[in-house]
């Protein structure tokens, strides 16, 4: 039974660029959320989808946009790169019957440097 | 607003020692969610615990041991005889009740060192 797998594990980009990251959720699970960490801090909410659509998000500006396809697969955007962007980013899911409360299961997580 | 705090930020304890992670958390709803994980280097985060605002039962499992009080709004994880393998960072999180969401707002962590 895979668990959460993101990719790719750890990249570099320019101050200014863009970037993609991806998430395959656990197996039966339809639900993903994308946290940010920082280094030395814990994961920041960024935003959760289901059923495809963005369904919550946290306290992050537009410049971070995401999306969900039909396999439940997930994508995170983020646009114009900041120095302030350089952080481990997770993927998490969760299957929606029985939620609220339901145990979320992360991924390793996409180290991102921007210079 | 919802608020978890992890006072301790490091703890260094030699292997086969006890030790307390403590966790005080904050929120207005009177369902809510518990939780703890385990942050090996790998940066996975590595569930290890769930438990509901209804339930105050302390629970035991292994090694491991959590403390829920919700007269102090405290829900403190125990190792008993520490291994270096336990050593991590690890992470206390609360979800709302009526968070469908499920918002996790995340301690800081501590970052726990097993001495061999």
Same mark, same amino acid.
């Given at each position: 039974d895979a668990g959460v797998t993101q990719s790719p594990t750890h990249l570099i980009k320019t101050r200014g660029q863009q970037v993609t990251l991806r998430c395959s959720p656990k197996s039966g699970h339809d639900t993903v959320s994308w946290y940010q960490q920082a280094l030395g801090q814990g994961p920041q909410f960024i935003f959760q989808y289901y059923e495809e659509e963005e369904r919550q998000r946290g306290?992050? !500006? =537009?410049?971070f946009s995401g999306h969900q396809f039909p396999n439940y697969s997930s994508e995170l955007n983020v646009n114009a *790169? *900041?120095?302030? =962007?350089?952080a481990l980013y997770l993927c998490a899911s969760s299957w929606s019957?029985?939620? !609220?409360g339901n145990t979320i299961y992360f991924g390793e997580g996409s180290w991102l440097t921007v210079v | 607003a919802q608020k978890v705090t992890q006072a301790q930020t490091e703890i260094s304890v030699v292997e086969k020692e006890d030790v307390t992670l403590d966790c005080v958390y904050e929120t207005r709803d009177t369902t809510y969610y518990l939780f703890w994980y385990k942050q090996p280097p790998s940066g996975e985060l590595v569930f290890l615990i769930r438990r509901n605002s209804f339930d105050e039962q302390n629970e035991i499992s292994g090694r491991y041991s959590w403390n829920f009080q919700k007269s102090t709004s405290s829900f403190n994880f125990t190792i008993t005889a &520490?291994?270096?393998?336990? &050593?991590a960072v690890y992470f206390c999180a609360l979800s709302e009740g009526d968070n469908y969401g499920q918002n996790f707002v995340f301690g800081p962590g501590t970052r726990l060192s097993v001495l061999p």
């Open positions: 306290n992050f !500006p =537009d410049r *790169l *900041l120095l302030g =962007d350089s019957e029985g939620a !609220p | &520490s291994q270096v393998v336990d &050593s």
